[in-house]
């Protein structure tokens, strides 16, 4: 069911709960999805569909992929490796690591008379998928630029009025900052000597400067 429709009916049902007197309707009425929004802010939500928007709309490649997110396959319950490209207990690398995590472990479509795509778009440009295969350095700017296009194509497709732009922008300048400082207590070694020598070489977070990007956020 669209979020639209699937939300109007949450409204009626609570409606009618309400008319019939039926306290506890609302908890009733509210699926597990539904419920669950209220784990995720706004911010990480916006930040996890810009994301996956971008990267099927790009029809990004599995080779890009797997240099952004080499550790999904290694992924566990029990197994937890390193995110490369990723800054641990970052607020915004949460969601757009969770972007490009799910997009990797997308189903090919269903019925496609034998073809099997997964992805709407035919690729990155040249520069982009040369930009990943470089330095780690190259890479997380490449990141950054692919993350920018993403959020900034949501911002201007996304029904915000010049407030709640605002306010978004805001929040997410927040969130970067809260990131950033993430990465600077792994850079003093706070998370141990193995993440320090890790992130040593990193100016800043790839995926926060995509996100809430100023001039600061650059490469040398
Ligand atoms: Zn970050």
Same mark, same amino acid.
């Given at each position: 069911m669209k979020r639209a429709a699937c939300e109007k009916l949450i409204v009626v049902v609570i409606t009618l709960g309400a008319l019939m007197g039926n306290g +506890? %309707?609302? /908890?009733? !009425?509210?699926?597990?999805? /539904? !419920? !669950?929004?209220g784990k995720y802010s706004n911010e990480h939500r916006f930040v996890f569909y810009a994301i996956l928007? #971008?990267?099927?709309?790009? #029809?990004? $490649? /599995?080779? /890009? %992929? +797997?240099? %952004?997110?080499?550790?999904?396959?290694a992924m566990a319950d029990s197994k937890r490796p390193d995110r490369t490209n990723f800054v641990e207990s970052c607020p915004l690398c949460t969601p757009a690591f969770e972007a490009f995590r799910t997009y990797k472990l997308r $189903?090919?479509?269903? #019925?496609?008379g034998g073809t099997k795509f997964s992805t709407f778009g035919f690729g990155v440009s040249a520069e982009r998928m040369k930009g990943l295969r470089g330095s780690p350095s190259v890479r997380r700017e490449t990141i950054r630029s692919m993350i920018e296009d993403y959020v900034g194509r949501r911002l201007e497709t996304t029904a915000l009025d010049d407030e709640e732009r605002m306010d978004m922008e805001l929040r997410l300048e927040d969130m970067k900052k809260d990131g950033h400082s993430a990465l600077a207590r792994v850079k003093r070694g706070e998370k141990g000597e193995t993440l320090k020598k890790v992130y040593a070489g990193w100016k800043f977070c790839p995926n926060c400067a995509g996100i809430a990007p100023d001039s600061q956020d650059e490469e040398d």
């Open positions: +506890n %309707i609302r /908890a009733d !009425a509210l699926t597990d999805d /539904a !419920a !669950a929004k928007e #971008g990267l099927y709309e790009d #029809g990004v $490649p /599995a080779e /890009a %992929i +797997n240099l %952004i997110v080499p550790d999904v396959d $189903p090919v479509f269903y #019925g496609q």
